[in-house]
């Protein structure tokens, strides 16, 4: 086997928790074309299994992930526009898979997160961080831009600090990226992180699983939307929907009745 062939591990948890891991830890946990497709891979799967209500995005080592790697780099550097512009559109796919997951998707950061790494974080829908993490996004100190990541790395810090970032490529700290937006808890180093992060399970194993599904939806739908006629029906009928589905009925009833719901594990 291969250094690449185990360098995406999919880990199964208990309570319908999955863990995508990025397992290169003597190359920073750096991408290129052979892993980007296994990373679309293994998310495609566990977006597809019933039994996944979470997923979390993690990676072995003292990083997160250098972004991309350098053989990557320097055979795209050879390759044709039109290669080149293929391997974009991959790692476009990437993002976007991540990004839209059906469900929750816990983003833990440890050391450095770079380049396209930086965008990863973004696609996550909660990010967990250490004091020691940085950021940065380099791709100018090579001569290049941020480009397929910066659609979801501009959502979460802003137009603002991304037209700061993307030109300078200076590093960030964890407490920037939260304050910025692309880190939402920053703990005092791993052992708390892992700690953080099985709290935030435990709560998202209260929530009806289709339920997230929905709300995650939602943001998609009203974010950067006029409040008009249109996302006001629209919001209208989301909620009705979902109060007459099955998920909803029961969870609804379970208050009611001050009983939990059929979805959470003490009632199983």
């Not at 039994?51 to 250098?66: N, P």
């Not at 990004?99 to 833990?108: E, M, Q, R, T």
């Not at 929530?207 to 995650?216: H, I, L, S, V, W």
């Amino acid at each position: 086997m291969t250094e690449q062939e185990n360098a995406v591990l999919l880990n199964r948890r208990p309570e319908g928790i999955t863990e995508v891991v990025l397992n290169r830890p003597d190359k920073r946990n750096a991408f290129d074309d052979v892993i980007i497709q296994q990373l679309i891979t293994a998310l495609t799967e566990v977006n597809q299994d019933a039994d996944t209500r979470v997923v979390i995005l993690r990676s072995e080592g003292k990083h997160f992930s250098a972004g991309a790697d350098l053989g990557w780099m320097r055979r795209m550097a050879e390759n044709s526009r039109q290669e080149n512009l293929d391997d974009s559109r991959e790692l476009a796919r990437l993002m976007n898979v991540l990004n839209h997951l059906s469900k929750p998707v816990i983003g833990l950061v440890q050391g450095a997160a770079f380049g396209g790494a930086v965008g990863l974080a973004a696609c996550c829908d909660i990010v967990i961080a250490t004091e020691q993490s940085s950021f940065c996004l380099s791709e100018v100190k090579l001569g290049l831009i941020p480009a397929v990541i910066s659609p979801y790395v501009v959502r979460a810090i802003g137009e603002r600090q991304a037209r700061r970032y993307f030109i300078s490529a200076e590093v960030f700290t964890a407490r920037q990226a939260q304050e910025y937006g692309l880190v939402h808890i920053v703990c005092d180093d791993l052992e708390a992180m892992d700690l953080r992060c099985n709290e935030l399970l435990q709560h998202l194993a209260m929530n009806g699983p289709e339920a997230m599904k929905a709300a995650k939806d939602l943001v998609f739908a009203v974010s950067h939307k006029p409040i008009d006629h249109t996302v006001i029906d629209d919001t209208a009928h989301r909620i009705a929907d979902i109060r007459v589905g099955e998920e909803g009925q029961e969870g609804l009833s379970a208050f009611l009745n001050k009983r939990r719901a059929n979805w959470t594990p003490e009632s199983k």
